[in-house]
């Protein structure tokens, strides 16, 4: 991890299967909302804002599911595209161990200010 860039994995257990016995959704897309979050973390806007009490939201994820996981280790990696003051883009790449991509997503999240 580090300022605008963040990769997280994933060991896949049966309790994340969906019905059909493949990842669920909801999993991946957490992953990679997860994961976009953190690639903000440490960026001077972030830090700024947190010192002043503000927060971090999500207001927009999108995810484009590329294909079914059943087993293994899941990697995501994120990159933040736009850093602005209060209105931040990244995307995010979900991989499994042989390369191949899961699933896609970008994300619009805001830096809500605090009080302080």
């Given amino acids: 991890m580090r300022p605008r860039w963040a990769k997280t994995q ?4 049966p309790e994340l ?7 669920h959704g909801g999993v991946t897309a957490t992953l990679i909302d997860t994961t976009i979050a953190q690639s903000i973390l440490m960026t ?3 830090q700024a804002a ?5 927060t971090l939201s999500t207001i927009d994820l999108h995810v484009k599911y590329l294909r079914a996981a ?6 995501c990696e994120a990159e933040v595209i ?5 209105v931040i ?3 995010a790449v979900l991989r499994d161990e042989q390369g191949k991509d899961i699933a896609m997503g970008d994300a619009t ?8």
């Fill in 70 to 75: 059943r087993a293994g280790t899941l990697q």
């Fill in 17 to 23: 299967h969906n019905p059909s016995g493949v990842i």
């Fill in 50 to 54: 947190r010192d002043a009490q503000g």
């Fill in 10 to 13: 994933l060991v896949i257990r």
């Fill in 44 to 46: 001077d806007e972030y």
């Fill in 109 to 116: 999240l805001m830096i809500v200010l605090g009080r302080g």
């Fill in 89 to 91: 883009h990244a995307r």
């Fill in 82 to 86: 736009h850093l602005g003051k209060r």
